[in-house]
């Protein structure tokens, strides 16, 4: 059966949540209340089967969802973001005949909180190298050292997934696993003072000699852009869920702007409402059209995940401008809509005020706008050098 948003997070749910979006944001701490009642509901099993106590959704439905989350509280959103990806992986690699990650499902099921520790600082080849070293040892564990940064929920995670590189063996390979909170080599650094997504708390964390056994090594890959189905798994939850994120905070700013043009008037007009101004409708108009096209767009491209299409070289080209597009929506939506709101949405403590910093987050994700364009010439043209000039 179709999971309807509005009944997973109910509208008393979300106007709680965004009152105390401004004091998470204010104070930098991460929003403890929110993921009581996110649990209460039974959202972080979102997407674990109904047979494992979920809601068993689809990685649509889930996209859906986490852009209504993200209109009430955005860091929340997009701390909660990186958790679901984890059961969003499993599901895709299960559909494909690839079981790695059952553990991980019955984890999530049992109420553990997973985060991703991906990002590393000077490294722009993001999932395709790694500056972490990965050790094997004797037993078949790997000794992590090195520095992940960006590591969403990290008050509260109990389950992260990390990977480092292992240059041991004739070809050098990137060795995924999963770390438990407590375990010798961990350390959290309370380091998250930002512009915006605040309360995400998206702190370093420092592995010295952090060990994952063999039973918890759940992938080892090439160094290098490919297409193994890991790869996959990762970058469609990843960028769809995070382009949905970032299209909640452009359609909260629509609804703010579209509030202030019905009670902000101009005298200019005779006090007539600025929803009466043919350049405030014009622009709110753009605001709409730019926001539902890069929706219907994130939507399909989710939904063709789902239904396992066959797209080849095509999927890496459509993840990534779905994610683009999505994010560069929203960046330019919160800019017009200060406009329509006026000289009081630059107040610090206005709601718009904080979507404009937040929503600026997305410049950083992977993947970013030079490496989507790389992407889409890649696939166009090939590899550089490729066709030398005597051909």
């Given at each position: 059966?179709?999971?309807?948003?509005?009944?997973?997070?109910?509208d008393d749910l979300l106007t709680d949540m965004r009152e105390r979006a401004a004091r998470s944001d204010g104070e930098n701490v991460f929003p403890d209340d929110d993921l009581e009642a996110l649990h209460d509901v039974g959202y972080l099993k979102l997407m674990i089967p109904e047979e494992?106590?979920?809601?068993?959704?689809?990685?649509?439905?889930?996209?859906?969802?986490?852009?209504?989350?993200?209109?009430?509280?955005?860091?929340?959103?997009?701390?909660?973001?990186?958790?679901?990806?984890?059961?969003?992986?499993?599901?895709?690699?299960?559909?494909?005949?690839?079981?790695?990650?059952?553990?991980?499902?019955?984890?999530?099921?049992?109420?553990?909180?997973?985060?991703?520790?991906?990002?590393?600082?000077?490294?722009?080849?993001?999932?395709?190298?790694?500056?972490?070293?990965?050790?094997?040892?004797?037993?078949?564990?790997?000794?992590?050292?090195?520095?992940?940064?960006?590591?969403?929920?990290?008050?509260?995670?109990?389950?992260?997934?990390?990977?480092?590189?292992?240059?041991?063996?004739?070809?050098?390979?990137?060795?995924?696993?999963?770390?438990?909170?407590?375990?010798?080599?961990?350390?959290?650094?309370?380091?998250?003072?930002?512009?915006?997504?605040?309360?995400?708390?998206?702190?370093?964390?420092?592995?010295?000699?952090?060990?994952?056994?063999?039973?918890?090594?759940?992938?080892?890959?090439?160094?290098?852009?490919?297409?193994?189905?890991?790869?996959?798994?990762?970058?469609?939850?990843?960028?769809?869920?995070?382009?949905?994120?970032?299209?909640?905070?452009?359609?909260?700013?629509?609804?703010?702007?579209?509030?202030?043009?019905?009670?902000?008037?101009?005298?200019?007009?005779?006090?007539?409402?600025?929803?009466?101004?043919?350049?405030?409708?014009?622009?709110?108009?753009?605001?709409?059209?730019?926001?539902?096209?890069?929706?219907?767009?994130?939507?399909?491209?989710?939904?063709?995940?789902?239904?396992?299409?066959?797209?080849?070289?095509?999927?890496?080209?459509?993840?990534?401008?779905?994610?683009?597009?999505?994010?560069?929506?929203?960046?330019?939506?919160?800019?017009?809509?200060?406009?329509?709101?006026?000289?009081?949405?630059?107040?610090?403590?206005?709601?718009?005020?904080?979507?404009?910093?937040?929503?600026?987050?997305?410049?950083?994700?992977?993947?970013?706008?030079?490496?989507?364009?790389?992407?889409?010439?890649?696939?166009?043209?090939?590899?550089?050098?490729?066709?030398?000039?005597?051909?």
């Open positions: 059966m179709p999971i309807d948003p509005c009944e997973v997070l109910p494992l106590g979920g809601h068993g959704a689809t990685l649509e439905e889930a996209c859906q969802a986490q852009r209504r989350l993200a209109t009430a509280a955005p860091a929340t959103a997009l701390a909660v973001n990186m958790h679901l990806i984890w059961s969003g992986m499993a599901r895709v690699l299960s559909e494909r005949g690839d079981n790695s990650l059952t553990q991980v499902v019955q984890d999530i099921a049992d109420g553990h909180v997973y985060a991703l520790g991906i990002s590393e600082a000077g490294n722009d080849a993001v999932l395709f190298d790694s500056v972490v070293n990965a050790e094997r040892l004797a037993d078949g564990s790997y000794r992590y050292s090195g520095t992940k940064i960006f590591t969403s929920l990290s008050p509260v995670w109990t389950r992260l997934g990390v990977f480092g590189r292992d240059d041991s063996g004739a070809e050098p390979r990137l060795i995924h696993g999963i770390l438990h909170r407590g375990e010798d080599g961990i350390h959290i650094h309370d380091d998250w003072n930002t512009l915006g997504m605040r309360a995400s708390q998206s702190c370093s964390t420092t592995l010295k000699g952090a060990i994952v056994p063999p039973e918890r090594i759940v992938a080892s890959l090439p160094v290098g852009p490919n297409q193994e189905p890991f790869v996959f798994a990762v970058f469609s939850n990843f960028l769809l869920l995070l382009g949905s994120v970032y299209l909640g905070i452009g359609e909260r700013a629509i609804d703010l702007a579209v509030e202030a043009a019905h009670y902000r008037t101009s005298r200019s007009t005779g006090n007539r409402p600025f929803a009466d101004d043919v350049q405030i409708r014009d622009i709110v108009a753009r605001m709409g059209l730019r926001q539902l096209n890069a929706r219907v767009t994130l939507e399909a491209t989710a939904r063709d995940v789902d239904k396992l299409a066959e797209h080849g070289a095509e999927w890496f080209p459509r993840l990534t401008g779905a994610k683009l597009h999505a994010t560069q929506a929203a960046r330019r939506t919160v800019e017009e809509a200060l406009e329509v709101v006026g000289g009081s949405s630059f107040r610090a403590g206005h709601e718009l005020s904080r979507l404009y910093r937040d929503v600026a987050a997305s410049v950083y994700h992977p993947s970013q706008d030079r490496s989507v364009r790389a992407t889409y010439a890649q696939w166009l043209l090939g590899p550089i050098g490729a066709t030398h000039p005597d051909a």
